[in-house]
């Protein structure tokens, strides 16, 4: 593959509703999409990657302006070095080819991504076979943020269950934690039922977070710091809902050392959080070793990053439902055909690469900046 161009492009998609965590309120989402033209045996090839930077650096260090920064200054030339040097680029080469630049792992997925979509339809493979996926739809699990009250969180829930959602997630935060989960258990029973605390706990409040015991939880997902493993393993050994950790898993490296610690039961693999989606994989190989739990976490991406996604999702140790909503979740008009809730399952596209591409008339109505980076 040798590389051509890459146009970075940045949307702005209203959300349906307003979505809060312990940690911000979104009411509109702006991904950064990668446009990768490349040539492939003489043939020119279009490969699509998506950013899950937020707007500002609150659920990592990693933001919007940051990322398209160093995608402009830095990533996409070094992709142009690379070749330039001789070297092959695919996909499996991306990133020893960025490796020198320090973090950044949300940008290094995106334009990983693109280069893998841009390699697997030239190849006529899709994203599914690529992985080794062993089902053609994925359960689909939604997320529901934090709301006014319990009486509005109680209808929330019930329209998502009378839409088919097969588990719920609800954000946590202190003071909004224990009642919530215990008003919506008491109204439905044994749904599987999960909390996200975006960590927003410390260790002191291990005697609240106790309470959720009694909940039958699925599992609590980060309630203390990103950066402190040895604290969630010391929560852990507290409580019998088990621990499942998102914000601290940043590599495959992470995922051993947090296992190996006993700091999580499941992991939430987030592809951009962890620098891509060969890194996930990873991830999901060193887990399913270990007898380790994952599922797929989302980042309210597009139809673009919701495809890569599922294809992920769709391999054999995702074992609990991911938050692989159905587009109409979050956007009333998705940049791409809208992904649709089936009988509880969202059905892997099986096409070449990502098996989708932004519609043009939408992407063109939706975009805010665009800029071409060439060699």
């Given at each position: ?26 009411t509109e989402r702006t991904p950064l999409l990668i446009k990768l033209t490349a040539d492939v045996d003489g043939t020119e090839v279009v490969g699509w990657g998506e950013c899950v930077a937020l707007l ?23 992709l142009y070095q690379w070749q330039d040097a001789g070297h092959t680029l695919t996909a499996e080469t991306v990133s020893h080819a960025l490796r020198h630049i320090v973090g950044h792992r949300m940008a ?31 359960p689909s699990g939604v997320s529901v943020g934090i709301v006014p009250s319990i009486d509005h969180l109680l209808g929330t829930v019930g329209d998502y269950l009378d839409q088919g959602y097969v588990r ?208």
């Amino acid at each position: 593959m040798r590389l051509l161009n890459v146009e970075l492009i940045t949307v702005r998609l209203p959300l349906v509703s307003p979505f809060t965590t312990s940690f911000s309120t979104q009411t509109e989402r702006t991904p950064l999409l990668i446009k990768l033209t490349a040539d492939v045996d003489g043939t020119e090839v279009v490969g699509w990657g998506e950013c899950v930077a937020l707007l500002d650096p609150l659920y990592s260090e990693e933001y919007l302006d940051g990322a398209r920064d160093v995608l402009r200054r830095y990533l996409v030339p070094l992709l142009y070095q690379w070749q330039d040097a001789g070297h092959t680029l695919t996909a499996e080469t991306v990133s020893h080819a960025l490796r020198h630049i320090v973090g950044h792992r949300m940008a290094k997925a995106a334009l990983e991504m693109a280069v893998l979509d841009a390699q697997l339809r030239a190849g006529n493979t899709s994203f599914a076979s690529y992985f080794g996926a062993t089902t053609a739809a994925v359960p689909s699990g939604v997320s529901v943020g934090i709301v006014p009250s319990i009486d509005h969180l109680l209808g929330t829930v019930g329209d998502y269950l009378d839409q088919g959602y097969v588990r719920i997630k609800l954000k946590i935060k202190p003071g909004w934690d224990v009642e919530p989960v215990r008003a919506v258990r008491e109204r439905f029973g044994d749904i599987p039922l999960q909390v996200d605390a975006n960590a927003a706990y410390t260790l002191v409040d291990a005697p609240l977070l106790r309470q959720l015991d009694a909940f039958e939880l699925l599992l609590i997902e980060q309630p203390l710091a990103e950066d402190d493993l040895r604290q969630h393993a010391l929560l852990a050994r507290q409580m019998t809902t088990p621990m499942c950790l998102d914000e601290s898993i940043v590599s495959a490296a992470a995922a051993a050392d947090a296992i190996a610690l006993g700091a999580a039961a499941v992991i939430n693999i987030k592809p951009g959080r962890v620098g891509g989606y060969l890194e996930a994989r990873r991830i999901h190989d060193i887990a399913a070793a270990n007898g380790i739990a994952v599922w797929c976490g989302g980042m309210l991406e597009t139809g673009l990053g919701r495809a890569a996604n599922a294809a992920l999702a769709g391999m054999p140790g995702f074992t609990l439902p991911g938050d692989i909503s159905a587009s109409d979740r979050f956007y009333r008009l998705d940049i791409t055909e809208p992904f649709v809730l089936d009988a509880g399952q969202i059905t892997i596209p099986s096409g070449p690469g990502l098996g989708v591409t932004p519609l043009p008339d939408v992407l063109k109505e939706v975009s805010v900046h665009a800029e071409t980076v060439t060699a």
